[in-house]
């Protein structure tokens, strides 16, 4: 069965402490993995598409990087607008769903 | 920037009673999906429409729940019926090649 966990669940991180967030999947066939970030009440706001092992995407201080087990968001010098759930979902190669992990919720503190 | 459309933001109905939840979906993509998410709770997937018809659906999409492209532009999701347990956030989210994209949500309340 395809499944995604992502951890740790929560993360509270001083401004400027980077940190990293962890995204494990089995997909049978990985077709593109995504990361978005949700604030609270608010539908997922898009991120990145990764779609092989070795590559990565950066935005802003995200970079997100891809093997074929995991994911990784890294945070650089975060800021506490930065503070929100991040979602990671994969797109198997078999059916046309996203499967959602259940967030790591992320706060900075100033 | 791209965007999905959700209507109305908010919609309370009394348990029994049918809701309507609309959305425009990006124009040139091609796959649209309604998720929902319950307080709290992981985003759970109901289901996928391609080519005018469903092509995925998920246990919870059962009879209670239908979707429709009535006019080549929205694309609607009905709950008939509404239970307590229906009250979650639905999204929309269409979806070209690997480009996917949300909408920002009808908070459904069910009393």
């Known amino acids: 069965e395809d499944q995604v966990t992502q951890s740790p669940e929560a993360l509270r991180l001083q401004e400027g402490e980077s940190s990293s967030l962890n995204c494990s999947y089995t997909?049978?066939?990985?077709?593109?993995l995504f990361w978005y970030r949700q604030d609270p009440g608010k539908g997922p706001e898009f991120l990145f598409t990764?779609?092989?092992a070795g590559e990565e995407k950066e935005k802003e201080r995200l970079k997100a990087t891809l093997t074929k087990k995991e994911s990784f968001l890294h945070i650089t010098a975060p800021k506490p607008e930065d503070s929100a759930t991040y979602l990671c979902?994969?797109?198997?190669?078999?059916?046309?769903?996203?499967?959602f992990g259940t967030g790591t919720s992320l706060t900075v503190i100033p | 920037e791209p965007e999905v459309t959700q209507t109305p933001s908010h919609q309370v109905t009394q348990m029994g009673q049918e809701v309507i939840l609309r959305c425009v979906p990006i124009?040139?993509?091609?796959?649209f999906y309604w998720y929902r998410q319950i307080l709290g709770q992981k985003v759970e997937f109901l289901v996928s429409?391609?080519?005018?018809?469903?092509?995925?659906k998920s246990e919870i999409f059962d009879d209670q729940f239908s979707v429709e492209r009535p006019d080549g532009s929205n694309f609607t999701l009905k709950i008939r019926s509404t239970k307590l347990e229906d009250s979650a956030m639905y999204f929309c989210?269409?979806?070209?090649?690997?480009?996917?994209?949300f909408g920002q949500g009808t908070r459904l309340t069910v009393v």
């Open positions: 989210a269409s979806r070209f090649l690997t480009e996917a994209f």
């Open positions: 997909v049978s066939g990985l077709r593109g």
């Open positions: 990764l779609y092989s």
């Open positions: 979902a994969v797109l198997a190669n078999t059916g046309n769903q996203f499967y």
């Open positions: 124009s040139n993509h091609l796959y």
């Open positions: 429409f391609y080519n005018n018809e469903i092509s995925e």
